[in-house]
Nanobody, 124 residues
Framework: VQLQASGGGLVQAGGSLRLICTASTSTFESLTVAWFRQAPGKEREPVAVVNRWGVTRRYADSVKGRFTISRDVDKNTAYLQMNSLNPEDTAVYFC??????????????????WGQGTQVTVSS
């Protein structure tokens, strides 16, 4: 499965962006999907996770109430809607897929498939 992330860009604080993760095959529908991000000088961290049915979600505390992860099984696509962005959200964002179930896919090493990353820059 190949993943491609897009939708990043430059936005002012308080603005919104929607990231898109497109998968190459329908195998994507069987995977737990997550968005990670990596800021300069920092380790990659999980931002949001959604189960294979798109029903159960988990968020990092820093983005709760501002970000929403979703997926469209028919389109082999996942999304990250990001609202009320602030400069601390500046990072490269990656989508990832895991064969592990939602409760077990908690860390970077749990994910087998990765997109190439898309840059999000939030100006103050």
């Amino acid at each position: 499965v190949q993943l491609q992330a897009s939708g990043g860009g430059l936005v002012q604080a308080g603005g919104s962006l929607r990231l898109i993760c497109t998968a190459s095959t329908s195998t994507f529908e069987s995977l737990t999907v997550a968005w990670f991000r990596q800021a300069p000088g920092k380790e990659r961290e999980p931002v949001a996770v959604v189960n294979r049915w798109g029903v159960t979600r988990r968020y990092a505390d820093s983005v709760k109430g501002r970000f929403t992860i979703s997926r469209d099984v028919d389109k082999n696509t996942a999304y990250l809607q990001m609202n009320s962005l602030n400069p601390e959200d500046t990072a490269v964002y990656f989508c990832a897929g895991s064969w592990k179930g939602f409760d077990d896919a908690t860390q970077e090493n749990d994910y087998e498939y990765w997109g190439q990353g898309t840059q999000v820059t939030v100006s103050s």
